[in-house]
């Protein structure tokens, strides 16, 4: 099965949808013929105002996105906050950036994914995909508040797979691995850009493995 004919008419919601890996996503799957929603902090024309990281928003963001879409058929839990910026060890961590972080990567989307999951479960079909990192594994100094919701988000997804698997719903969390985007360079501004992936490349390897029907619960990096 080709990964265009996989996802020719999928409805898809995609947080943190107007740069980066989000965007990439989007282009490529509106390419393909995929119907998307976008998610965004910031104003953009045809995209859904919103922050993740407010439980206020989140009925909001999914009432604008069902109207949009009609129904939801992969969810992209993409929006990430790093916590801190520069980065700072543990011990430097404000109690408040490390709960952004949480709020932003961990409780935004497993309140989103009930939302969305909830519907999936009905029409007994729907991809789950949470956006993570090998910072979920590794112990990176400074990199603690982002890791530490990762590692979470992980686990999360692998709650979700074990509770719902006889419901249709597929949950995979991946890693696309260090990107050429405006979240990694805020992270580490002194990157060398050319040794990163091209968000554009780690959209086309997502797309591709979901299409295949790849769905361990947590792949680390994509190949």
């Known amino acids: 099965m080709k990964t265009d004919n996989f996802w020719k008419n999928k409805k898809v919601l995609i947080t943190g949808g107007t740069s980066g890996l ?16 976008l998610v965004a902090r910031k104003e953009a024309s045809g995209v859904i105002r919103g922050d993740v990281s407010d439980k206020r928003q989140i009925h909001r963001i999914y009432a604008e996105a069902i109207t949009e879409l009609g129904h939801i ?38 309140r989103l994914t009930k939302l969305v999951a909830a519907d999936m479960i009905l029409r007994r079909s729907g991809v789950v995909v949470n956006i993570s990192s090998d910072a979920a594994v590794n112990a990176y100094p400074k990199w603690g508040a982002y890791a530490a919701s990762k590692a979470a988000l992980d ?6 797979q074990a509770e719902l698997a006889e419901t249709g719903v597929q949950f995979l969390a991946l890693d696309p691995g260090d990107m050429n985007t405006p979240l990694h360079l ?25 299409a295949a029907g790849k769905f361990q619960p947590v792949r680390r990096r994509i190949r």
């Not at 993409?78 to 520069?86: F, I, K, V």
């Not at 686990?155 to 979700?160: A, D, L, S, W, Y």
């Open 186 to 210: 805020s992270a580490i501004p002194d990157a060398e850009v050319s040794a990163l992936n091209s968000p554009e490349d780690s959209a086309r390897l997502i797309l591709e493995q979901i």
């Open 155 to 160: 686990h999360m997804t692998r709650i979700f």
């Open 73 to 110: 058929d992969v969810l992209f839990n993409n929006a990430s906050s790093l916590g801190p910026t520069p980065l700072r060890l543990l011990m430097d961590t404000d109690c408040e950036d490390f709960e952004l972080a949480l709020q932003t990567n961990l409780i935004g989307p497993f």
């Open 22 to 37: 989000g965007l990439s996503l989007h282009r490529q799957l509106t390419d393909m013929g995929a119907l998307t929603a």
